[in-house]
């Protein structure tokens, strides 16, 4: 022993490989997160039973049924409900996973070919129903459409839901989503503070502009947005286009046409009204930086006239609301010569469930999405959640409603057949992020209405060129 | 003969330790670093165990795509920052704990209160980094209730109708996130550093002062050369937590996974999340990880050749 000959001392190896080790480790933590489980081996054969009237996917007695479900803004206390209800009339064990992490408890299970039985896949965190339905794990849920609904055996479920909701839940021509929460869209205010300052509802743009002026003038900004969110502020903007250009141009813009953005004059307008806020200054101050839950506390605290949102904002928002604040929903205000109505709203449903098409107790799965499009359920589901369902006339009228739930279901009756939905967003996750940062970028003043159009066309002739598109058409 | 036995025994006794930890170092690093390599020449999705081989476009593919070279950009910029600002003020204030102070009859010691100094700059270090992003998203809130609008509005440096958006600026927000972590790390290298110090003999301090050298001739001179190792050290794990800086990105910036605005925050593990979890493009995020891992192993080759030197023994 000894310092000779050794060509590399000890200490120095110690060094060098603790320095390796510590750049392997930060490493691995990504590298490590792309290596899937094992292939699909083995199919379980799940216990069937015989498919009868009552039992039309031939649901085994005393079986297991794996529940996972999205706990955010209306809780998971709805669904364990279901789940009891569920065991009751079927002898099951269900088991329950309520969360927030979809992606991280659910995509080595999919990998693994050991997905749940249900899967209520939203939040930040869920995994992008395109990205499952083009990998073939979801079930096709139409055999649910098709079978007797629970409230009158004479009728299909298809029957009993909102018009909209199929259409919603298609992937690749395939149904395979129930978008079970009916959400409208559009801006909100506070009906306390428009009766104190003698401001009304605006129906056109103009007024629009006109109440945040006046707002500016009284101290407060005129709208506030969900600035690190553009999400949001996207609903105004495409709301405006739907709503100017008609159906067409909203169904320009899923279909992925050329000119869907692109000198289509609508689009322009639309995006020119929302830049009209801020070359006006009539934003909130700072709101293009922040979260949604601060931009809408301080729009709950009387900061902003207009906040952008769902009808889910009245639940998410119930601790800061003042018990006098009266939310009410506005349908996004007009432009000169809209082809939609005032009326008209983006209404659809939200909230994914979805049956994994590897799910080891497929038909149980399918049974369940089928009892929750029953009015059982779905009042059950009112009642714990405080929200509406794609189940037509699916509320018991004893549930009584908060007053912005009320406003945008009277807003929701107004409208009538005029509600309009994107599909795009669930289609093309890259675009509609591309679209975002577009947004952003316009929120900001970084870049001017005809820029946002071209990044918009640009995003929309790249999603154009991805070989799944084809699968995606409305008509 | 005897050296030869000797030394085939040690081998084998020093395998025989290794064996178990090997097994599962090779099981958990080495086999997933195999798959993603295998997985960066396919179209994975990541929601299925099938897919297709596609050779190397997805490298080509990467060569070309703007944003994550964008964010390979503010990588090498993080890379140069995050360490110089980080050890350049962790060596200063080591030096003024341990040995800047005044020399009294005592000989070399710190400024005065240095004990309470090296705990309070070790405060941020026990903090973990989600909560440093929700207490630096409160610092850099972008209305005039923020800490720092509230601060500049009070002076009257900022109009409140047009507070600073600090992380929504393109220019400021990589600048932002780099106090951050610069501001986080100080102080665990402060400790690293002050330990290296106290043990330096104090009889070299006390000949460098004799010999009438003064603080910055004493730090540059004596201190430095023999603090060399665990600088070489900390730039190194500084510069992989540069080439990392997932957690704050993508937690206190806008966009999916972070980035914003408009990607002028993106890093490279925010852009291979985004294509790995949301955009359903694993294959292609693996040859991110894949490209990442091998820019990690060159720097750390580069840093630590870089910076041998001669070791001084004491």
Request: net charge neutral; with cysteine.
């Amino acid at each position: 022993m000894g310092s000779t000959g050794e060509g590399l001392g000890r200490r120095d190896l110690i060094k060098r490989s603790a320095a390796l080790g510590l750049i392997t480790v930060p490493t691995m933590s990504f590298l490590s997160a792309c290596a899937s489980g094992g292939e699909d081996g083995s199919t379980k054969g799940p216990d069937k039973a015989a498919v009868t009237k009552e039992n039309p996917f031939g649901v085994a007695k005393g079986g297991k049924l794996d529940v996972v479900v999205f706990k955010g803004g209306f809780g998971d206390d709805y669904a364990k409900a279901w789940e009891a209800a569920f065991d009751k009339k079927w002898g099951t064990t269900s088991s329950h996973l309520g969360t927030q992490e979809i992606t991280g408890k659910l995509q080595t299970r999919f990998n693994g070919g050991t997905p749940p039985d249900v899967v209520d896949d939203s939040g930040a965190q869920k995994i992008k129903l395109d990205v499952l339905a083009k990998a073939g794990q979801l079930a096709d849920l139409a055999p649910v459409l098709d079978a007797p609904s629970l409230d009158d055996p004479s009728k299909k479920v298809r029957d009993t839901l909102i018009a909209g909701t199929v259409e919603q839940g298609m992937q690749g021509g395939k149904f395979v989503a129930l978008n079970y929460v009916y959400t409208v869209f559009g801006l909100w205010y506070s009906g306390k503070l428009f009766k104190e300052k003698g401001w009304t509802a605006p129906k056109t743009w103009d007024e629009f502009l006109d109440v945040c002026k006046k707002a500016k003038d009284a101290g407060l900004g005129g709208l506030a947005h969900q600035g690190k969110y553009p999400y949001y502020i996207n609903v105004v903007i495409m709301d405006l286009i739907a709503k100017k250009g008609g159906l067409e141009a909203m169904k320009a813009i899923d279909n992925l046409e050329p000119n869907a953005f692109e000198g289509n004059a609508a689009a322009l307008a639309a995006v020119e009204a929302v830049y009209e806020v801020v070359e006006k200054d009539l934003l909130m101050p700072g709101t293009n930086g922040l979260t949604h839950t601060e931009s809408q506390t301080a729009w709950n605290q009387y900061k902003a006239a207009f906040i952008p949102s769902g009808s889910w904002l009245e639940n998410e928002q119930l601790k800061q609301t003042p018990d006098d604040f009266d939310m009410q929903f506005l349908p996004v205000p007009l432009l000169a010569d809209s082809k939609l109505p005032f009326e008209a709203i983006r209404a659809g449903a939200g909230e994914p469930f979805i049956v994994p098409e590897k799910a080891a107790n497929k038909a149980g799965g399918l049974e369940f999405v089928r009892s929750m499009l029953s009015r059982e359920w779905s009042t059950l589901f009112a009642q714990q959640a405080n929200s509406l369902t794609v189940v037509k006339d699916g509320v018991d009228p004893k549930v009584k409603l908060r007053p912005g739930t009320q406003s945008a279901v009277t807003a929701l009756k107004a409208a009538g057949d005029n509600t309009f939905n994107y599909l795009y967003p669930d289609w093309y996750s890259a675009m509609d992020t591309e679209i975002q940062d577009a947004s952003n970028e316009l929120m900001a003043k970084r870049i001017q209405p005809k820029e946002w159009i071209k990044r918009a066309q640009a995003a929309v002739d790249k999603a154009a060129k991805d070989p799944n598109a084809k699968n995606n058409h409305r008509s | 003969m005897s050296q030869v036995a000797t030394s085939r025994g040690r081998v084998g006794f020093i395998a025989g330790f290794l064996v178990l930890p090997l097994a599962l170092y090779l099981t958990f690093v080495i086999w997933p670093y195999i798959q993603t390599f295998g997985y960066s020449f396919t179209n994975w999705s990541g929601q299925s165990p099938t897919f297709g081989f596609i050779g190397l476009d997805n490298y080509t593919a990467l060569m070309k795509d703007e944003v994550f070279l964008g964010a390979l950009w503010h990588n090498l910029l993080l890379l140069v920052f995050v360490p110089t600002l980080t050890i350049l003020l962790a060596l200063f204030f080591a030096f003024m704990v341990n040995a800047g102070g005044r020399s009294g009859a005592g000989g070399v010691r710190g400024v005065r209160g240095s004990a309470f100094y090296k705990i309070v700059y070790f405060f941020p270090q026990v903090l973990s980094l989600a909560i440093l992003a929700v207490l630096f998203g409160a610092v850099y809130r972008s209305d005039e209730g923020g800490l720092l609008n509230g601060f500049l509005i009070g002076l009257g440096l900022v109009d409140p109708a047009h507070p600073v958006e600090w992380l929504n600026e393109p220019n400021l927000v990589l600048w932002c996130l780099l106090l951050v972590v610069v501001w986080h790390g100080v102080g665990f290298y402060l400790v690293l550093f002050s330990a290296a110090m106290q043990s330096v003999p104090k009889d070299i301090y006390e000949a460098a002062l004799l010999d009438g050298a003064g603080r910055a001739q004493t730090f540059v001179k004596v201190t430095l050369p023999l603090l060399w190792d665990s600088v070489q050290t900390s730039a190194v794990y500084l510069g992989i937590a540069a080439m990392d800086m997932f957690v704050l990105v993508s937690t206190m910036t806008s966009g999916s996974f972070g980035g914003g605005p408009d990607h002028h925050s993106e890093v490279m593990a925010t852009v291979l999340m985004r294509n790995f979890l949301y955009f359903g493009k694993s294959g292609y995020a693996c040859a991110m990880g894949v490209v990442m891992l091998v820019l990690t192993m060159i720097l750390s080759v580069v840093t630590l050749r870089a910076t041998r030197r001669e070791r001084i023994e004491f």
